[in-house]
């Protein structure tokens, strides 16, 4: 008979994230391929898994076309190796797409259908380009279900600044501005760089190379530097390329396991998920999207706010997130909220991004056994938040001084 079960993070790796276009470091690799080396990497580092106990693989791409479709957890799995008797599937909630993949496989692990499972994401935006093979259903706009401007997200973020006049334009540059300086102290320390799988790139004139660090990253933005920036999205705006995550290609994945498997196989999970929730929104402002799933998943777990020690927020838009930490009463700079930078910096690969906050929170869990519990969590085209809470497998239950 099958058990309920808990369920653990076990471990996590990505590849480095490039600029997205054909002066970016993956304009000559394949989607696909950048999901194969991440999924190789994390079954290598986790030897006492055996291939043969994957019991399913679930990869997300918000484009499932070209080298991005053909049921990706399927091929990839094929192409990683794995044996032919381990499933897969694809999956798409857009820039969910990743923490979806973790949430439906933790579901069949928690009905003790699974024991094992890989979830991740990838995301090619150089060969993908947002929304470019979509062909949105004219009843949208014609019956004034969505508005059109719901389709672009640059739109949707600068509604959020039209509906909380105190968040400002120069809160938001500040927010920028520190997430690049953020994501490189991380990397001076040496954070970021042991769970990046390092990825052989060919350039414009066939020349091989190494990708080995994340791509967009512009450590010495200053607040002036953000000020003078054109504000594509509407005239005299306020969202600028400063203050939203540049267009960019990667792949991330996840190990994942049940109670059982964990004890059985010896292994040592680094987080364990505590509750997960999905919210929808308008969608014309779909960035307040995570403040109702955040609240959801909170209530599910029974714990208040004030009980997250650390948060791991998608920076889609700066005004995204502050519009959230501005709901919960937490200030734009504090400390719990994103220390190694964010997508702003390092970069939103949409459908892969979701495991990356995850694989930067179980970093931070090992080494602050002083926090109990962390939050990752995003906004979502089309009007959605998800948000998944963690527990510190580390947690000693010493507050730090």
């Known amino acids: 008979m099958a058990e309920i079960s808990d369920v653990f993070f076990v471990d996590g790796m990505r590849t480095p994230f490039g600029r997205a276009g054909e002066k970016g470091m993956y304009w000559n690799t394949r989607a696909d391929d950048l999901a194969v080396k991440a999924t190789i990497a994390l079954m290598d580092r986790n030897p006492e898994v055996p291939p043969d106990r994957v019991d399913d693989v679930a990869i997300a791409a918000t484009s499932q076309t070209g080298d991005q479709g053909l049921t990706l957890g399927r091929s990839v799995a094929i192409l990683a190796g794995l044996p032919q008797t381990v499933p897969g599937f694809a999956i798409d909630r857009m820039c969910a797409g990743a923490m979806t993949s973790v949430t439906t496989m933790a579901g069949s692990i928690g009905v003790g259908m699974y024991d094992v499972a890989l979830a991740g994401g990838v995301e090619h935006m150089g060969h993908h380009p947002i929304g470019a093979d979509a062909d949105p259903n004219p009843r949208f706009v014609a019956e004034k279900m969505v508005d059109p401007g719901a389709l672009n997200m640059g739109v949707t973020a600068e509604r959020i600044f039209d509906r909380f006049p105190h968040l400002t334009k120069e809160r938001s540059d500040r927010y920028g501005m520190l997430s690049q300086q953020k994501l490189q102290a991380a990397y001076d320390a040496g954070k970021i760089q042991p769970d990046l799988v390092p990825v052989a790139v060919k350039d414009a004139e066939g020349a091989w190379g190494l990708a080995t660090a994340d791509e967009g990253r512009r450590p010495q933005t200053t607040m002036a530097d953000l000020a003078s920036l054109k504000t594509p999205f509407r005239p ?16 991330t994945m996840s190990l994942l396991a049940g109670g059982g498997a964990v004890k059985q196989l010896g292994l040592a999970p680094k987080m364990k998920l505590v509750s997960f929730a999905f919210a929808g929104v308008q969608p014309e402002i779909m ?7 955040t609240e959801k998943a909170l209530r599910k777990a029974g714990l208040d706010i004030s009980d997250i020690g650390l948060f791991e927020l998608n920076e889609a838009f700066a005004i995204q997130v502050i519009s959230l930490l501005d709901h919960f009463g937490i200030a734009d700079d504090d400390p719990r909220v994103n220390p190694w ?12 991004s979701g495991v990356r906050l995850m694989i930067q929170l179980a970093a931070q869990f090992a080494e602050r056994p002083d926090v109990r519990y962390g939050l990752t969590a995003m906004c979502v085209g089309l009007g959605q938040g998800g948000s998944v809470i963690w527990e510190n497998p580390h947690f000693n239950g010493k507050k730090k001084k």
């Open 236 to 251: 005299h705006g306020r969202v600028t390329a400063g203050t939203s995550s540049p267009l960019t290609d990667g792949a």
């Open 287 to 293: 960035g307040i999207g995570p403040i109702p799933s």
């Open 341 to 352: 930078g964010g997508a702003i910096a390092v970069g939103h690969p949409l459908a892969a």
